[in-house]
């Protein structure tokens, strides 16, 4: 099941087509997207028992993020070995460095994004998984079902501001306006093979950059679930962002930032593409 938000309303998304929720279910869920995930059991059992009317056609840059205001935004660093080896950082055990991404960031798939101007601004393209029900002390193996679903994620990283100061201060860098792209859709993670093992990459006016498999995450999203939720309760619609593979551009030898007109396009696999282009 694929379920976006198209310009501002909660759709499923049938044969590429938008099926509009609240109108479908006779107004039993609203149509904000982000109130889904408090009644997501019973919406996902209203969604694969009913009888959708056909869906509208749709242009991908209508869609906003399919979580527009999660309570809490998770970010995870340094989660593939081969990206914190670029990064100059120790692998971490135990627990990974855990960030976030202030709300106001978040965007829909398709967006332009004005660059700051300190000149080092980087892509991380990575796998996004939202959760789907109250979450405290849930054990590894329980944790998939604590998911609603995946979505593609660019944690876009303005180097300059990241890594000033005394200490790195990780959230602030990556909070300008429109530096968390989410999308295109959310995906059931019942819909893929194998949710553990789904290629991920990116790539810069047609150039790869990026190109792994979360199969190599440090933490997988079990682990993470499992690890972030004996600290926290994790909340219906929160966001966690998995961590980036190898090739961003402070790891790149010369060290290589976004200009503006460089269009970043971000994919996972079984999920879809994030397109991004970069103003002054
Ligand atoms: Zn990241």
Not at 107 to 120: D, E, I, N
Not at 186 to 208: A, K
């Amino acid at each position: 099941m694929r379920i976006a938000n198209l310009s501002g309303r909660l759709v499923l998304i049938v044969d590429g087509k938008a099926v509009d929720v609240e109108q479908a279910g006779d107004g039993s869920f609203s149509a904000d997207p982000q109130a889904i995930f408090e009644q997501w059991e019973v919406f996902r059992g209203w969604a694969a028992a009913a009888n959708l009317p056909e869906g509208v056609d749709f242009d991908p840059a209508e869609l906003g993020s399919p979580v527009p205001r999660p309570r809490q935004t998770l970010a995870i660093g340094l989660n593939y070995r081969g990206h914190a080896s670029e990064s100059g950082f120790t692998v971490p055990e135990g627990l990974p460095p855990v960030f976030t991404k202030f709300g106001t960031s978040i965007s829909g798939p398709v967006t332009q994004v004005k660059l700051p101007a300190q000149g080092k601004t980087d892509w991380e393209v990575e796998l996004v998984a939202v959760i789907g029900r109250y979450s405290e002390n849930v054990p590894e193996a329980d944790a998939w079902s604590h998911v609603a679903g995946l979505a593609a994620g660019q944690d876009i990283s303005e180097r300059v501001t990241q890594l000033v100061g005394p200490v790195p201060q990780f959230s602030l860098g990556k909070s300008y306006p429109g530096f968390a792209p989410i999308g295109p859709w959310l995906v059931t993670p019942d819909s893929f093979d194998n949710p553990d093992d789904l290629e991920l990459r990116c790539s810069i006016n047609g150039e790869e950059v990026q190109k792994g498999r979360t199969r190599d995450l440090i933490f997988s999203v079990p682990s993470l679930i499992a690890k972030l939720s004996a600290v926290l309760p994790l909340l219906p619609g929160d966001v966690i962002f998995t961590g980036t593979p190898a090739g961003v551009g402070l790891g790149r030898d010369p060290q290589r930032f976004l200009t503006p007109g460089d269009e970043l396009v971000s994919v996972v696999e079984g999920i879809g593409e994030l397109r991004q282009t970069f103003t002054a």
